[in-house]
């Protein structure tokens, strides 16, 4: 009995040492397996044609890391990149000719004059170990002071490239429009401003924006028929936000938020809802702190199939958002404090869930189903 005991239990440290931690889920059973460490935190990840990875660090380094976890730094990334509090090395999309041109997209934070930066694109071709051809198709207008709420998360479709522009700690820019900042922008994939966007005869908003009133969107993902475009975005203390992006629309912040002043508690704007002024359909009071972003296409997940996963730096969670008609059902928090931070949630070409964690260590994980 004691003999039996104890092989039990060695073989299951064994599988949490080796072959990974399993987890039960209110769905599925699954095995979350390390792929890579020692990345300084990852912040994007995308998966190339040939199943290697692209990570982009905030630390201003892009690898490539294969199935079997080896890194490979890429050269040639944009020169004035500065990696300062929240701004980096930030969001990587893939063209969608990706196949016959190697072009990629490069969100980062790029610096200008009096220690100001903004949130800028680059376009690229991978070559290799290499990015050639490199330019900055978008800059964030205008730079701004500060070391926080860059946004920078990318989406590529056939025809148009959603950038997400944080309110650079200067919430009052996200209502005005004459400016990037607590926006959403839309471009051609040159980078200009997308021929269908929603301001382009109003001279008094830059014809780029798309919506605005955000505070610092972190996530970004399209409904599985294309329809809807989810983002969700940080609040202050508490009002963290799940958003169905509608062209034109404003969505509310500073005026209206579910959130409060750090430390103080007290309102900002003018409460939680007003007139001409989006409702979020998610929110999070206390705050998640959510951060990347996947609608589950399910041919591994099949349970999942359509939900929506985040992380959550605050809590070190990966959070399922049961989604029934474009509406949030309920939500189910899996993996609580067992990671730490997760950074981006990405389902790759086999229906495997990647996971980054965000520290000094971060890792890629890997999750795959059991039942």
Known sequence: MIKSFLIA???????????GDVIQSD????????????????????????????????NGQLVKINQSGTKTAIDGLPEN????????????????????????YIAFSESGEYRKSGTSVAKGTLSGTTLTNIQTIFRQFPKLGGVRHFGG??????????????????????????????????????????AGNPFLEDADVL?????????????????????ILWTHEHGPQG????????????YGWPTITYGVNYGIGTSIGIGTKAEGMEQPRHYWVPSVAPSGMEMVKGSQ?????????????????????????GKVVS????????????????????????????????????????N
């Not at 239990?9 to 072959?19: K, P, Q």
């Not at 056939?158 to 820019?173: H, M, S």
């Open 207 to 227: 014809p780029e924006i798309y919506s605005f009133g955000h505070r610092n969107i972190q996530g970004m993902t399209l409904s599985n028929d294309g329809n």
């Open 27 to 58: 769905k599925h059973t699954f095995k979350v397996d390390t792929v890579a460490s020692g990345l300084n935190h990852p912040w994007s990840l995308v998966f190339l044609p040939d199943g290697d990875m692209l990570v982009s660090e905030r």
């Open 301 to 325: 997940f099949t349970q999942w199939t359509g939900d929506i996963l985040l992380g959550s730096l605050k809590f070190g969670l990966l959070i399922r958002l049961d989604m029934e008609d």
């Open 239 to 250: 009002g963290d936000e799940l958003n169905a992006i509608k062209p034109s629309t404003n």
């Open 81 to 104: 990149l500065v990696a300062r509090g929240q701004g980096g090395l930030l969001g990587l999309a893939l063209a969608p000719d990706f196949e016959q041109t190697g072009t990629i």
């Open 9 to 19: 239990a060695a073989l299951t440290a064994l599988s949490t040492s080796v072959f």
């Open 331 to 370: 939500e189910e928090r899996i993996l609580e404090g067992m990671y730490g931070r997760i950074r981006d949630v990405v389902e790759a070409p086999d229906g495997s869930l990647f996971l980054l964690t965000d520290s000094a260590n971060g890792k890629v994980l890997r999750l795959t189903t059991l």
């Open 153 to 194: 998360r990318l989406l590529v479709t056939d025809d148009a490239l959603y950038v997400a522009l944080g309110d650079r700690g200067n919430q009052d820019k996200a209502q005005q429009n004459n400016s990037h900042a607590g926006t959403l922008v839309r471009l051609n994939l040159d980078g200009t401003a997308h």
